[in-house]
């Protein structure tokens, strides 16, 4: 999955980046959402982008919050990684700030522990997203950035059995949080 990335991004780059005389120069940045750090987890996020479009590639981990976790079960937590395209408007978007939309494709790994028994299985999904997002700068390339969206589990089951538990996992869930990034050039 890790090649697909590559390749993909390498496409991309060569694809959104052409020489034109006209246009501003390639930038380079880093993000990381702050909310899977309070749920035992991590998110980093690199980006390369031009005149307003990016592509990122992010990878991330987190525990599902306690209160989302089904009856029967312990805990739960997912990894993911994926490639992401962003698409600023507005007269700031050649320099990444403002309104922006974004789609994607990604892997998650969803595993569950069941509370009796410490049984655990894990899912492999492949993933589609949508989200919505406006970025802030705060002082010389320090951005925050404020965002929501969807992510449809294309290929989830309907149930997922471990020991005797069974979880009925839904196919679109909300995602979103707050990102904290730095335009490194």
């Known amino acids: 999955m890790k090649r697909l990335f590559l390749i993909l991004l390498i496409f991309v ?19 990381t959402n702050i909310l899977p750090f309070f749920y035992n987890g991590y998110h980093g996020s690199l980006w390369v982008g031009k005149n307003g479009y990016r592509a990122r590639l992010v990878a991330a981990k987190a525990d599902y919050p306690k209160n989302t976790v089904p009856d029967g079960f312990r805990k739960m ?41 410490d049984l655990t299985e894990n899912v492999n999904t492949i993933d589609i997203h949508i989200g919505i997002g406006y970025t802030f700068n705060l002082w010389k390339g320090l951005t925050v950035n404020p965002w929501g969206g969807l992510a449809w589990h294309t290929n989830f089951p309907n149930e997922i059995t471990v020991g005797s538990e069974v979880w009925e996992p839904k196919s679109i869930s909300p995602v979103g949080g707050l990102k904290i990034g730095y335009t490194i050039f």
């Open 13 to 31: 780059s060569i694809n959104l980046f052409a020489q034109q005389e006209n246009e501003r120069e390639i930038k380079v940045g880093i993000e």
């Open 77 to 117: 937590t997912l990894s993911f990684y994926e490639i992401e395209f962003d698409i600023f408007f507005g007269d700031k978007k050649t320099e990444f700030l403002g309104w922006w939309l974004a789609t994607g494709i990604g892997q998650t790994n969803h595993q569950v522990t069941t509370l009796i028994n």
